[in-house]
């Protein structure tokens, strides 16, 4: 027998009274593997497995039949995977109590709960791998200023906004809660802006590219933010001492030997031939390895999921090879059950306590709103046309897979209730919905570049060069 909160399974209690209890859930030798389908008992599923290949199916058509009905409003697959999640949540065919009984017994969910994670992880692995790293630290070196605007300002509007409104926040565990919802807002993610903008084909474009690097130094700050933060909480205690020195030992392994293994075996794979394939699965399987890590001293899985990433140099042999063999059954099969969950922890009708609902939609919004007004001020250093800053405010604002695991940490660790965790997600669901067809309507990048290839003596690319010439 193994004992679980329950929380793990379903959703925490809006009564912080309630949380005081468990899930006892009985395990047997047919949990996994069962003796198949008992069509005259009641529940007439025994094992794991058909629940999973269940569930999974469900995800898949509800996120294709979704994304079929909004393509044509041009919406990003990260806006149909959510709303394929709240569908099968209890937000819709989860309220009724016979489907969910079915569909997710609670015995089973410590398996999707597993696979959420994993999908997570590698989610953060693969787009860091994608990265092309030399030319986002250029980009960098040239555009820190506006990085630096377009997060201290939202960050400090949103946090003003949060101070004002926080004795309406009860439902908020902790204090320092506001202050990492606001942080969070006004944060971009690399991963999550990297896997949007690739989905838009705009990776190549100068907007894309400004927006790639500006979320790579706000993941740095990010990283630093959660390094410090044990020391600010408890000062130089011993475990927190302990902590970040286990941090700093974690930074020197992944650099210092990691990469010089993945230089290793790039070194010693010949020209066009494939990197082996045992290669490939001790890379895979270092990324959950090196994640659960970071976990372990006290950082964050996401953190060292993303570093072995980066140490993992783009394209061929080993980076390209990477992300053909393992994408495909990252989306399709792992990401899907982080979705699920997601989906499973929503719930549109537990939002009853609307001043909090209000309260809290006005610091993401003033912190969505900074991030617009920091790219405009950004024009004094890019200085670009208003429409090109106004696009770039949109970028930044793409929420994505990041920020739902984030939310997901805290409701787990009890710092937000149900109805906090649903207004998080579904305010990042609806501003996703809203500025990704803006910025597949209006950024045309194309556009500018036949302007460019009709001026005389101007310097071509392959883009820009006319096809007869």
Known sequence: MAVFNRQNFKTLPNNKDDNNFTTCISYTKHTVFGKGIQLHQHNSIHSALPYLMLQLALAFIISKLIYFLLRPLKQAKFVCNILSGITLGRS???????FEDIIFPAREMMVVN??????????????AVKMDKDMILRTIKSTWNVSLTVQLVPLTISIIIARLAHDNLPRISKPTALFYISFISAETYFAVTADAISELNLLNSELGQLTISTAVL????GWLNNALSPLVRGGFAAKFIKSEIS????????FFVLRPAIQWIIRTTPERVPVKKCYIVAILIGALMIAGVAD???SNFMIGAAMMGLVIPAGPPLGSALVEKSEVVIRNFFLPFLFIRIG???????IKDWKAFVSLGMILVAAYLGKVWGSLLSLIWFKTSTRNALLFGCFLNIK???ELLVFLRWIIYMQIDVQTFSTLVLFNLVLTAIVTPLISIFYKPRKRLDRISKIDNCIRTLQSTLPNS
Request: glycine share 10%.
């Open 92 to 98: 819709v065919l989860g309220r009724s109590k016979a």
């Open 114 to 127: 597993t696979l959420s994670i994993i999908g997570g992880i590698y989610f953060v692995f693969i787009n």
């Open 218 to 221: 706000h993941e740095i700050l």
């Open 247 to 254: 941090f700093l030992a974690f930074l020197i392994f992944t």
């Open 296 to 298: 372990i001293i006290g």
């Open 344 to 350: 499973l922890l929503t719930d549109i009708f537990s």
């Open 400 to 402: 994505g897979i990041i």
